[in-house]
Structure formats: C-alpha cells, structure tokens
C-alpha cells in the first residue's frame, strides 16, 4: 500500500480511537503496533506516515503494512445483553 492510501485509510483516526498495524518483513516475522488514542498526524514535507497517542510519534512504513486494525472508539460502546 502506498503512503497516501495508508494515510487515507487512517484518517478516522482522531485521538478516539485505538489502532493495531502488523507488519510483514520484519527480522522476526510479523511485528505488531498497538497505539492508544491514535492521531494520525497531518502529511509534513518528509511524506512519512506518522500516528502518535500524545506521548510518542510512530512512524509507519506503508509498504510493510498486512492489516490494521482500527477500534470503534471511546464513546461508541457496544451494549452487551445477558
């Protein structure tokens, strides 16, 4: 996947919103991210992908992207009957 696909695919994320990537291609297989509350940062003059939960920033290689996981969000619970 391109970075502009990846970044459109990731534009709900708000600081809502959790998100997992797994990553193929990685020295011990497939890798994992999990971020909390993840803001996907606004495209800068680098290009780079880059999702931060307010106290880091992650930077996203696209092409080694297999999924991503996005969560609904804080405040869309999902009501469990008994």
């Given at each position: ?6 970044r459109?695919?990731?534009r709900?994320?708000?600081g809502?919103?959790?998100?997992a990537?797994?990553f ?10 999990h ?7 606004p495209d ?10 307010g106290?880091s ?9 297999v999924?991503?996981?996005?969560g ?5 619970s ?5």
């Amino acid at each position: 996947m391109s970075p502009d696909q990846l970044r459109t695919a990731l534009r709900e994320l708000n600081g809502e919103r959790d998100c997992a990537f797994v990553f193929f291609g990685m020295s011990t297989g497939e890798a994992a991210l999990h971020v909390q509350n993840a803001m996907l940062i606004p495209d800068e003059p680098d290009h780079l992908v880059k999702v931060t939960d307010g106290k880091s920033v992650y930077i996203v290689d696209a092409e080694r992207v297999v999924w991503i996981r996005i969560g609904l969000g804080h405040s869309h619970s999902v009501p469990v009957r008994p």
